[in-house]
């Protein structure tokens, strides 16, 4: 709902001036009242000493009444000797006792007056002595003694005197009363003043409190309620349109929803088939290390095979001299086998010559030639092994070379087989390491959809709260529009 511009300039007058009013008149009220109560108190108090004062006056006057009394009784009983005329002056004795104790106590806080009473109690003292002596003289018979007495003056002398104190007495008391009305009277008149004063600044302040209502607070309502009804309006339309939204966004929350729970299922899934990769990861890196190591022995095995194919190469060209040596030597045997041959056939020639003498020769000159032939066809036999001997020898230092090439190309391929394998090895444990942080990533991912879910189905809880709290809305908004409308009406 928007607020007039009007009211948001004027708020903080609301907030300062109400409050001001509202405490200034609150304050004058308590200043009034504290006024009132201090000149109630003062009249009150006035009031008491005023009835004190009067007290005071009465008591006075009574004292003189009960003087007079005694003294009215005295003469009745002087003239006529009869005893009931001192009841007066009995009564009169009695009760001026109790009055000047009275007395005494009123005026206890006035020095003055309690001087002035000590000399009346003095002067009283003396004419009840008086009165005392004229009754005596009375009872005694003695009347020109009490004619005497009463003729002095004596009496009446001290009832003057006592006249003139008490007067005095009741003077300074028509003052002090006089004082105490006058005080009594400002203190009303006071009172009056504050209370019309303070009844006449109330109300100017609620006459000023009700203009800055109606100006400041009233008419911006009025043009509120109006801005009220607008917005309340324009607010029911925004709700309906919310609420539509809001049911559509359900729908999808659930539908995403079903499907982050899809993606929890794979996940899960994918979270298995990656532990099961990683387990077979580690199976191949195991198998990787087997055939690393036997990778290794049989390179080992392939450079005991060259050094043993060296050996035998070198072995066999040592026996290629060896045999080169044979056959020189058979060679050398089949000549001589020749040369004993054709001695053989000399000495045979010889012998034949000889005759029966070198008959014997010729048998041994025929044996010799036999064994020149046998010497002759093994050292022939000789050359051929030897030949064959060198031809096998020859094969087999060509085998060995090829054989010692291939073993070098094997060993070659050997090497690059446990380099591939080192490699393979490499990639086998990242691949682990690898499968590893994806099951462990697949894991945080199956827990933040975990999360996910619970957020969606939180999302899906507030939107049904939220779609209840528009109807709420929608129905709090109806009922403003009809209390901007009762508003309106109050205006």
């Keep these: 709902m928007q607020i007039s511009q009007e009211f948001q300039k004027s708020r903080w007058k609301l907030g300062l001036v109400i409050p001001i009013s509202l405490g200034a008149i609150a304050l004058l009220n308590l200043i009034l009242s504290l006024i009132f109560y201090l000149n109630s108190q003062a009249v009150v108090k006035t009031m008491n000493w005023v009835n004190h004062t009067n007290e005071v006056k009465m008591r006075i006057r009574s004292l003189e009444k009960f003087l007079v009394d005694a003294e009215t009784g005295q003469r009745g009983f002087i003239f ?158 925004t709700i309906e349109e919310q609420e539509r939204i809001t049911y559509q966004q359900s729908i999808s929350v659930n539908q995403t929803t079903a499907t982050v729970n899809e993606l929890a299922t794979s996940s899960r899934q994918m979270a298995n088939q990656a532990e099961t990769t990683s387990a077979s990861g580690n199976q191949v890196l195991s198998l990787t290390k087997e055939g690393y190591q036997a990778v290794e022995l049989s390179v080992q095995g392939i450079a005991t095979l060259k050094t043993n194919s060296e050996r035998i190469v070198q072995q066999t060209q040592d026996l290629e001299k060896q045999t080169i040596e044979i056959g020189t030597i058979s060679n050398l045997v089949s000549s001589i086998a020749m040369q004993t041959n054709l001695l053989a056939l000399n000495a045979a020639i010889e012998a034949v010559r000889a005759g029966e003498q070198g008959k014997g020769f010729g048998v041994v000159a025929s044996e010799i030639r036999k064994l020149a032939d046998q010497s002759k066809h093994s050292a022939y036999q000789i050359n051929v092994l030897v030949q064959e001997i060198k031809n096998s020898i020859n094969s087999t230092i060509k085998v060995t070379t090829e054989g010692t090439h291939t073993v070098n190309e094997i060993m070659q391929m050997a090497e690059t087989t446990v380099l591939t394998f080192d490699k393979v090895s490499s990639s086998v444990n990242n691949m682990v390491l690898n499968s590893q942080q994806i099951a462990m990533n697949i894991n945080q991912q199956d827990i933040a959809i975990q999360q996910i879910v619970e957020v969606i189905n939180m999302i899906n809880q507030g939107a049904g709260e939220t779609a209840a709290g528009i109807s709420q809305t929608k129905i709090s908004t109806q009922q403003l529009n009809q209390v901007a409308k009762i508003l309106t009406d109050l205006m």
């Excluded at 009473?117 to 005392?132: V, W």
């Design 80 to 237: 006529t000797g009869e005893e009931e005329f001192l009841e007066s002056y009995t009564d009169g004795l009695k009760n001026q006792e109790s009055v000047k104790i009275e007395l005494k106590n009123l005026i206890s806080d006035n020095p003055e007056q309690l001087q002035r009473l000590t000399k009346i109690e003095l002067l009283i003292k003396d004419k009840f002595d008086e009165l005392a002596m004229t009754i005596n003289l009375k009872r005694s018979g003695k009347e020109q003694e009490l004619r005497n007495l009463v003729l002095s003056d004596k009496g009446k002398k001290i009832m003057d005197e006592l006249r003139v104190k008490l007067i005095e007495m009741y003077k300074v008391e028509n003052q002090l009363l006089q004082d105490r009305q006058k005080e009594l009277q400002q203190a009303e008149q006071l009172s009056r003043i504050a209370i019309f004063t303070g009844t006449i600044i109330i109300l100017g302040l609620i006459g000023i409190s009700i203009r800055f209502i109606q100006q400041e607070i009233i008419q911006p309502i009025e043009r509120i309620s109006l801005d009220i009804t607008s917005s309340s309006s324009q607010i029911a339309t």
